[in-house]
């Protein structure tokens, strides 16, 4: 027999070898699938580093490009008009985002106090009808309470023949008594349990704008974009504002020395009309009331309004009068209004 187990090998030894085998098999396959993915994140950080390479040239190219038109006598005022005018656009963009944001907070604001108004309200009836249970519910023990009594003073004033005779009567109704007055004390700590219940109970949460409310902002947000465009209604400062947000520096001529220090001063004259102008509420609600009327949508749920039905921008004068004119705020995007509006 030991011959032959030197021959053949002991069977538990091959099993040892076996789970051995099959241990380093898993450990290689494991180390090639670990192997792969350290692979496949080295290939991406190399893309990232190629990405931002390329960020990098396109960012020296542009410095580059700004310092040659800032050293070149004819291109410097141009230059310092273009990023003026930029900076025009971008004043314009941030003041309608910061009224979008207040006139979006404010009805989010009003929806939920309305809220809050329903559900204390509906908080409140809950309670009265509880605490109105509840006091009945007490009367009734208290009157329960003092017909047990009468009856056990009955009880006790019976002589001797008589007590012997009504007893088991007057026991009957006595238990009948404590039972209703053991229900009804289960009946009030259920209703306290309740009261408390409500008392604690929290408020709703925002639930968010509906879509008439969207589309009513919107409405309000397109007619702050169209008065910001009316305050340069004397000259092309809008359109070429929103040029020289569009495009890159030197891309556009404004002109020799003289007519960019021209320029110049118009846009910061314009600058100012827009920090002054602010009372204008009344103004915005009849145009958004005027621009609502036209407006059409492609769905139920959607609150933007289709571009085309809004191009018409309302010029509201001091004595009523209504003038009009055809510029797409929406379509061209004016004052990057696509991404302030409600959706």
């Avoid at 309470?145 to 009504?166: A, N, P, T, W, Y």
């Avoid at 103004?283 to 407006?295: P, V, Y």
Wanted: aromatic letters at 6%.
């Amino acid at each position: 027999m030991s011959s032959l187990a030197a021959i053949f090998g002991n069977s538990s030894d091959k099993a040892q070898d076996s789970e051995k085998l099959l241990h380093l098999y898993w450990n290689r396959a494991e180390l090639k699938k670990q192997f792969a993915g350290m692979r496949k994140e080295q290939y991406k950080l190399k893309d990232k580093i190629k990405q931002h390479e390329g960020a990098t040239v396109r960012l020296q190219q542009k410095l580059d490009h700004l310092e040659a038109l800032l050293i070149d006598p004819d291109w410097v005022g141009n230059a310092v008009v273009f990023y003026q005018l930029r900076g025009l656009a971008l004043h314009c963009q941030r003041k309608l985002s910061k009224f979008a944001e207040q006139l979006k907070q404010q009805r989010e604001q009003r929806l939920q106090n309305h809220l809050l108004v329903a559900w204390n309200e509906e908080r409140t009836r809950e309670a009265s009808s509880i605490e109105l249970e509840l006091a009945g519910t007490r009367e009734f023990v208290q009157r329960v309470d003092q017909e047990l009594q009468s009856e056990r003073d009955r009880l006790m004033s019976m002589s001797g023949f008589l007590k012997i005779f009504r007893r088991r009567a007057v026991s009957a109704t006595l238990d009948n008594f404590a039972r209703q007055i053991a229900a009804a004390n289960k009946r009030e700590q259920s209703l306290l349990q309740r009261l408390d219940e409500i008392k604690e109970r929290k408020p709703p949460e925002n639930q968010g704008l509906d879509v008439a409310t969207k589309r009513s902002i919107n409405l309000m947000i397109l007619s702050f974009a169209q008065q910001l465009l009316l305050l340069f209604a004397d000259d092309d400062l809008a359109a070429m504002a929103k040029e020289a947000s569009e495009k890159s520096v030197g891309a556009i001529n404004y002109g020799n020395r003289t007519e960019c220090e021209q320029l110049f001063a118009r846009i910061r004259k314009r600058s100012e009309m827009i920090d002054r102008s602010s009372d204008y509420a009344s103004i915005l609600q009849r145009r958004a009331k005027l621009i609502g009327e036209k407006a059409l949508f492609r769905n139920d749920g959607d609150a933007v309004p289709v571009a085309g039905s809004v191009s018409t921008v309302f010029d509201i004068g001091d004595d009523g009068s209504v003038g009009k004119t055809e510029v797409n705020v929406l379509a061209e995007n004016y004052w990057s209004i696509a991404k302030i509006l409600s959706r």
